[in-house]
């Protein structure tokens, strides 16, 4: 019979992942880092399974942290706790993200817009469109998303955009949007909403330096393909 006091084989599990994390945090596969979150919210089980069954069904880190509540709780074992730690970690993921472009003049810090454009849209399940408001000199001064739809269609009215970038004293916009399929290629229906949202903003001097197609992995510019 075990002793009284043996601690579950969990404890020193978890005491040697978070040593390893802090010394290499790069070196932790998805679902150890996974554990990771998982501990605040389960503090006494081994999570080691659970984690590596959500991996399993969302593909990844990132896709396991940005479901959807009621898809990760079709995974046994998930519970509000564990919910709500998972959108911690997503909010915070955000808004260091955003913290690198508020504020700042986004022509030189694209990388990183890119960067949180991806990291803000690019696992959300259905289509989401943002408008990211600059000033005179180019810096970001706002992000708002304007509209979400379904999995492939966002309604977008541009008279309601452009009355936004008035409110706001907004000198310039850069246009975003993700296609939940993953593949960023602008439809017809995207090029003829862009062309609309120009052709309202320009007699009103505010320019629209681009549009962002934001998929899984990848992105498109339509400044970069010559649709603007």
């Known amino acids: 019979m075990a002793a009284a006091d043996e601690k579950p084989h969990y404890t020193g599990h978890r005491e040697r992942l978070r040593e390893r994390f802090l010394k290499a945090p790069e070196t932790l596969p998805d679902y150890e880092l ?3 979150v998982l501990f605040r919210a ?18 990844g880190f990132a896709e396991a942290i940005n479901a959807e509540p009621a898809r990760l709780r079709e995974v046994k074992g998930v519970s509000d706790a564990i919910v709500t730690e998972f959108r911690i970690a997503r909010e915070t993921g955000l808004r260091l993200a955003q913290a690198k472009v508020m504020k700042k003049e986004v022509i030189g810090s694209w990388n990183a817009l890119i960067d949180y454009c991806a990291a803000s849209m690019a696992h959300n399940p259905v289509e989401q469109f943002r408008i990211l408001f600059l000033d005179r000199k180019n810096v970001l001064i706002a992000d708002e998303v ?9 309604p977008v009215y541009p008279r309601e955009v452009v009355k936004r970038a008035l409110e706001l004293n907004a000198s310039a916009l850069i246009l975003v949007h993700n296609h939940p399929s993953g593949d960023p290629t602008p439809s017809n229906a995207d090029v003829e909403m862009t062309r609309q949202i120009v052709d309202t903003a320009k007699p009103l ?4 330096h681009d549009h962002l197609v934001v998929g899984k992995g990848r992105h498109a510019s339509f400044r970069s393909l010559g649709l603007m």
């Open 34 to 36: 996974l554990e990771l």
């Open 42 to 59: 389960v503090p006494r089980r081994d999570v080691k399974p659970l984690a590596k069954e959500l991996i399993a069904k969302f593909g």
């Open 146 to 154: 304007q509209q979400k739809g379904t999995v492939d269609h966002t």
């Open 205 to 208: 001097g505010i320019e629209v």
